[in-house]
């Protein structure tokens, strides 16, 4: 069973009260709750929109890239459109859980490793910048999408 999947306790009926009480009736997360963090967030473009960025930053790292990236905006974790919904709707839906927390920090934690390898780009360090894609960004990213693969499965598993 996933991290999320393991955390979330089941109630397919909204209207049913938990079965037990104390902090883990707190964690009951209902059909209905599930199936709107479905309909706002659309995870497997989530997931390859933070694969993408893999393309993105070799890209740079090449000289074909036509993007300009900056990396003060591309180390705010709030401005693409998993962020949007991690800090906006998904806080209020699934906040209370303590994986949801570790996503949100995977999550800026990538962001700030996107916005080092740029840095280091730009400013002509390449081989850094190799490195770090390398290692800590890719290390970053894998955990961003591993943990969205696993909400998933939370949310889907009944």
Request: with cysteine; proline share 3%.
């Amino acid at each position: 069973m996933g991290f999320f999947s393991r955390l979330f306790q089941w109630n397919d009926n909204a209207s049913e009260a938990p079965r037990s009480t104390g902090p883990a009736s707190e964690l009951t997360l209902d059909a209905k709750t599930a199936q709107a963090v479905l309909n706002e967030l659309d995870i497997d473009t989530a997931i390859s929109a933070h694969e993408n960025w893999s393309a993105r930053l070799r890209a740079v790292l090449q000289g074909t890239s036509s993007e300009q990236l900056q990396p003060e905006v591309v180390c705010l974790d709030d401005r693409c459109d998993l962020g949007k919904w991690l800090h906006g709707p998904g806080r209020e839906r699934l906040g209370k859980y303590p994986a949801f927390s570790v996503l949100v920090a995977r999550h800026k934690h990538f962001h700030l490793e996107a916005s080092t390898v740029l840095t280091l780009a730009q400013t002509g360090e390449k081989d850094k910048a190799e490195q770090r894609l390398n290692s800590g960004y890719r290390h970053a990213s894998t955990q961003v999408v591993l943990l969205l693969k696993e909400l998933k499965r939370g949310l889907t598993l009944r």
